[in-house]
């Protein structure tokens, strides 16, 4: 892991919907957290990262 974490979602629109309660986080060499931004307990690290089209 490395200190370089950054945040994506300051870039994008933030919306009240379903869609803006996750965040994603990359950390490092291909390493990711995808969080709920309302239960900071809630997250899963990974090292592989797919778009929900790529699972259809």
Partial sequence: MTTNATDETGERVHRD????????LTIGDEEFVIYDRQNH??????????TTEELR
């Fill in 41 to 50: 307990q809630a997250w899963i690290q990974s090292a592989l990262v797919v």
């Fill in 17 to 24: 919907d379903q869609n803006s309660r996750y965040a994603e």
